[in-house]
């Protein structure tokens, strides 16, 4: 346990060291990309993990996030770092409405439902050019303007090390936060539901109310990395909405391990600089490339360790240690 | 109103290929319970066969219909075998969301290979038909349409009759009704899943040609379909074939009443509107008989 602490500790250590050692702006970049999916697939977790429901609709608490902080900050000033929580708390309240239906269902229908929720959002998002004053622009998206300087009032920073340190900042805290809810009473709840929904029913677990909860913490921090990367990248689209990029998501946290506590970021390491180089190196023609690779590891894992990368690697580990001690 | 009309038997005609393409996926899914996000994908891969085999060959689509429907069977067949059947294999019971992100992941694989292969134009064929109308009693019917859904409705029939006259067909629907059951009375029941398949691809492959002379191709012309499919697929009621038909009819209905005086965005949130609202109120579809 203490090992697994002191592991942990010096993960961190690296990671805050990483912008000083690694001054390449194009790396810094990748790295805060990398963060930000390890973020969001971390928020998927909680309910696609924890509690076992594979939601194919995330993307549409990311889209909530990144639509409420912009519009809040371009029409109003408000500040994103306060948008961020609006957003969260929106995101919250909307995941109520979507979950109270799609949770009377399970398996195949479960994620069909979600996957309708999406593209119901994406279909209004990319259809609205106009809601009162606000002026969402449709299918073109939304462009920030940038405004000089490191300012934490407009979260927009000239260097790339501020984001760094944030997305850092929010990554530690859902992992902690993740830790806590595994721990708690409710975590096992949640993990009877997982395991099975009638046995936790018949004990007398109220699993659509845990179920909806787990929802809302998920959808609360998966909107705000919305904020996040509309400050990031400075540009938002109704592509944020897409099912594709909640396949995305659900596909680093399932490489990595569900419901495992670093799967995610270890799915985020492996993946996003996968979709990174591809980009660079590949992009404009072969932008499909990306994507073929993606879908030969999603069919490859799947294939042969279904439960991800982490449940084998941690066996590995223990034996290891075992050895030793 | 002749508006009105035109465009309600415009939707019936669409409605009657949707619904075709969702008894193929509605065999699979009733049967093996498996969800298979790659079926946009094979319905591609059908149709650029068609478009190449007419553009290289000049070959009618509805000869190489026959084509598209052979080798979407191997397809089909060979595509349960090597990827599927294991994991069922392995974990005993369908597994359904391994199934789901397998399938997802061989979608993006063939997708973006053709979007490798073919680039991403809009591409359409000009057919001795493509653009040409009847005239029925002062209305105007798209003849490629009407012959699309006419030999659909006729491959629905045939497909019924296979599942109830013959001894494969019969093994089918007792390994769709219980699996267990159908395995003590010496049905192999992976052979079942991959003929299943097969017969889907099949589906599809026709389907796919059917379509060929009035719609265009493109790498990602299957996504159009798919999610529709689940949609009708659950609305007309798991396995069924005439609900499946059905429920492909008013969707295409729906659809093509609401682009002429609604907005055709809006009219595709409506579907997945609907598609929730059922899953809800009434999860057996409108002829389904019992949810597993």
Same mark, same amino acid.
């Given at each position: 346990?203490?090992?697994?602490?002191?592991?942990?500790?010096?993960?961190?250590?690296?990671?805050?060291?990483?912008?000083?050692?690694?001054?390449?702006?194009?790396?810094?970049?990748?790295?805060?990309?990398?963060?930000?999916?390890?973020?969001?697939?971390?928020?998927?977790?909680?309910?696609?993990?924890?509690?076992?429901?594979?939601?194919?609709?995330?993307?549409?608490?990311?889209?909530?996030?990144?639509?409420?902080?912009?519009?809040?900050?371009?029409?109003?000033?408000?500040?994103?770092?306060?948008?961020?929580?609006?957003?969260?708390?929106?995101?919250?309240?909307?995941?109520?409405?979507?979950?109270?239906?799609?949770?009377?269902?399970?398996?195949?229908?479960?994620?069909?439902?979600?996957?309708?929720?999406?593209?119901?959002?994406?279909?209004?998002?990319?259809?609205?050019?106009?809601?009162?004053?606000?002026?969402?622009?449709?299918?073109?998206?939304?462009?920030?303007?940038?405004?000089?300087?490191?300012?934490?009032?407009?979260?927009?920073?000239?260097?790339?090390?501020?984001?760094?340190?944030?997305?850092?900042?929010?990554?530690?805290?859902?992992?902690?936060?993740?830790?806590?809810?595994?721990?708690?009473?409710?975590?096992?709840?949640?993990?009877?539901?997982?395991?099975?929904?009638?046995?936790?029913?018949?004990?007398?677990?109220? @699993?659509?109310?845990?179920? %909806? =909860?787990?929802?809302? &913490?998920?959808?609360?921090? $998966?909107?705000?990395? #919305?904020? *996040?990367?509309?400050?990031?990248?400075?540009?938002?689209?109704?592509?944020?909405?897409?099912? @594709?990029?909640?396949?995305? %998501? =659900?596909?680093?946290? &399932?490489?990595?391990?569900? $419901?495992?506590?670093? #799967?995610? *970021?270890?799915?985020?390491?492996?993946?996003?600089?996968?979709?990174?180089?591809?980009?660079?190196?590949?992009?404009?023609?072969?932008?499909?490339?990306?994507?073929?690779?993606?879908? $030969?590891?999603?069919?490859?894992?799947?294939?042969?360790?279904?439960?991800?990368?982490?449940?084998?690697?941690?066996?590995?580990?223990?034996?290891?240690?075992?050895?030793?001690? | 109103?002749?508006?009105?009309?035109?465009?309600?038997?415009?939707?019936?005609?669409?409605?009657?290929?949707?619904?075709?393409?969702?008894?193929?996926?509605?065999?699979?899914?009733?049967?093996?319970?498996?969800?298979?996000?790659?079926?946009?994908?094979?319905?591609?891969?059908?149709?650029?066969?068609?478009?190449?085999?007419?553009?290289?060959?000049?070959?009618?689509?509805?000869?190489?219909?026959?084509?598209?429907?052979?080798?979407?069977?191997?397809?089909?067949?060979?595509?349960?075998?090597?990827?599927?059947?294991?994991?069922?294999?392995?974990?005993?019971?369908?597994?359904?969301?391994?199934?789901?992100?397998?399938?997802?992941?061989?979608?993006?694989?063939?997708?973006?290979?053709?979007?490798?292969?073919?680039?991403?134009?809009?591409?359409?064929?000009?057919?001795?038909?493509?653009?040409?109308?009847?005239?029925?009693?002062?209305?105007?019917?798209?003849?490629?349409?009407?012959?699309?859904?006419?030999?659909?409705?006729?491959?629905?029939?045939?497909?019924?009759?296979?599942?109830?006259?013959?001894?494969?067909?019969?093994?089918?629907?007792?390994?769709?009704?219980?699996?267990?059951?159908?395995?003590?009375?010496?049905?192999?029941?992976?052979?079942?899943?991959?003929?299943?398949?097969?017969?889907?691809?099949?589906?599809?492959?026709?389907?796919?040609?059917?379509?060929?002379?009035?719609?265009?191709?493109?790498?990602?012309?299957?996504?159009?379909?798919?999610?529709?499919?689940?949609?009708?697929?659950?609305?007309?009621?798991?396995?069924?074939?005439?609900?499946?038909?059905?429920?492909?009819?008013?969707?295409?209905?729906?659809?093509?009443?609401?682009?002429?005086?609604?907005?055709?965005?809006?009219?595709?949130?409506?579907?997945?509107?609907?598609?929730?609202?059922?899953?809800?109120?009434?999860?057996?579809?409108?002829?389904?008989?019992?949810?597993?």
């Amino acid at each position: 346990m203490s090992w697994n602490r002191t592991l942990f500790a010096l993960a961190v250590l690296a990671a805050v060291l990483f912008p000083l050692v690694v001054r390449d702006p194009y790396f810094l970049h990748a790295a805060i990309t990398v963060l930000l999916f390890a973020f969001l697939a971390s928020s998927w977790n909680i309910i696609g993990g924890l509690a076992g429901q594979h939601s194919f609709g995330h993307s549409v608490f990311l889209g909530i996030g990144a639509y409420v902080s912009t519009i809040l900050f371009i029409y109003w000033n408000v500040p994103p770092f306060l948008g961020m929580i609006i957003g969260g708390i929106i995101a919250a309240i909307a995941s109520i409405g979507i979950g109270y239906p799609c949770f009377k269902l399970r398996g195949p229908y479960f994620a069909l439902s979600t996957l309708a929720f999406t593209e119901i959002f994406r279909i209004i998002a990319t259809t609205t050019e106009q809601v009162g004053p606000v002026d969402l622009k449709g299918a073109a998206g939304i462009l920030i303007s940038f405004r000089p300087g490191n300012s934490f009032v407009n979260f927009q920073f000239a260097e790339k090390a501020y984001y760094y340190y944030i997305i850092l900042a929010m990554l530690i805290l859902i992992l902690f936060i993740h830790n806590w809810i595994e721990k708690s009473r409710w975590g096992l709840y949640l993990a009877a539901i997982r395991d099975n929904e009638d046995a936790a029913r018949s004990i007398g677990i109220n @699993a659509r109310r845990f179920k %909806i =909860l787990a929802l809302m &913490i998920s959808a609360f921090f $998966g909107a705000m990395a #919305g904020t *996040f990367y509309a400050q990031f990248f400075l540009y938002i689209e109704p592509i944020l909405f897409s099912s @594709a990029l909640s396949i995305e %998501i =659900l596909l680093i946290a &399932i490489v990595g391990g569900a $419901g495992t506590l670093m #799967g995610p *970021f270890l799915g985020s390491l492996i993946l996003t600089p996968i979709s990174e180089l591809t980009r660079t190196y590949l992009g404009g023609t072969y932008a499909g490339v990306q994507l073929i690779i993606y879908g $030969g590891i999603l069919v490859a894992v799947m294939m042969f360790a279904p439960q991800g990368i982490i449940p084998p690697l941690a066996k590995r580990y223990r034996m290891l240690f075992e050895r030793r001690a | 109103m002749i508006g009105f009309i035109e465009a309600t038997i415009s939707g019936i005609l669409m409605g009657g290929l949707y619904g075709f393409i969702a008894v193929s996926l509605s065999l699979i899914f009733g049967v093996a319970k498996i969800v298979n996000f790659a079926h946009g994908a094979l319905f591609m891969v059908a149709m650029f066969l068609v478009y190449w085999i007419l553009v290289l060959l000049k070959v009618d689509p509805y000869l190489s219909s026959l084509i598209a429907a052979g080798f979407l069977f191997f397809f089909g067949y060979f595509f349960q075998r090597f990827f599927i059947e294991p994991i069922l294999r392995r974990e005993k019971e369908t597994a359904p969301l391994t199934v789901i992100l397998l399938t997802s992941g061989l979608m993006m694989i063939i997708e973006n290979v053709a979007l490798l292969l073919f680039g991403a134009d809009y591409r359409t064929v000009k057919t001795g038909y493509t653009g040409k109308v009847w005239e029925i009693a002062g209305l105007f019917i798209a003849q490629p349409r009407m012959i699309g859904f006419v030999l659909s409705l006729i491959l629905i029939l045939l497909l019924g009759l296979y599942l109830r006259k013959t001894n494969l067909g019969r093994a089918i629907r007792a390994t769709s009704q219980d699996r267990e059951a159908a395995r003590l009375m010496g049905i192999d029941d992976y052979r079942v899943y991959k003929i299943t398949f097969g017969v889907g691809g099949i589906m599809l492959g026709f389907a796919a040609a059917f379509l060929v002379p009035f719609y265009f191709v493109h790498p990602a012309v299957g996504e159009l379909f798919v999610l529709k499919s689940f949609v009708i697929v659950v609305l007309g009621g798991l396995g069924s074939i005439t609900g499946a038909f059905l429920a492909g009819i008013i969707v295409g209905i729906i659809e093509s009443l609401g682009a002429q005086f609604i907005n055709s965005a809006l009219v595709e949130s409506l579907i997945f509107i609907i598609f929730i609202g059922c899953l809800v109120v009434k999860p057996t579809g409108l002829l389904g008989k019992q949810r597993e």
